[in-house]
């Protein structure tokens, strides 16, 4: 709270994730020199660093984040990207829950999400 200014500087999670600068650039130069793509690393480095800590604890004891970095994990990505989308999930979820002034509900569905 205090590094994001409560969340009153940012209108989206998106626009707050830049700023934490952990989204992905794409490096690549012309049609055929392509890099890998990258956290941005233009932000926030005391935040980035904090985020990236909390993960760890969060793929332990979040259900939901435990379910992301394994679901990464097993498409064959590294581990570090897998923990840099729970970085993103819990900085999102923190901005929802600022936001929306709703208390933390673990077992929240979406009504959006079509449960098969």
Request: include cysteine.
């Amino acid at each position: 709270m205090v590094l994001t200014d409560g969340f009153e500087r940012f209108n989206s999670a998106s626009e707050l994730c830049s700023y934490a600068g952990i989204t992905p650039v794409i490096r690549q130069s012309g049609s055929r020199v392509r890099g890998q793509a990258r956290i941005s690393k233009i932000g926030n480095q005391k935040l980035r660093n904090l985020l990236f800590l909390c993960s760890f604890n969060a793929c332990k004891y979040n259900k939901a984040c435990k379910a992301l970095y394994d679901r990464i994990v097993a498409k064959g990505k590294s581990k570090k990207l897998a923990l840099l989308a729970v970085c993103n999930k819990l900085l999102k979820q923190a901005f929802a829950k600022a936001k929306s002034r709703i208390p933390y509900d673990k077992n929240y569905r979406s009504t959006l999400v079509k449960i098969s």
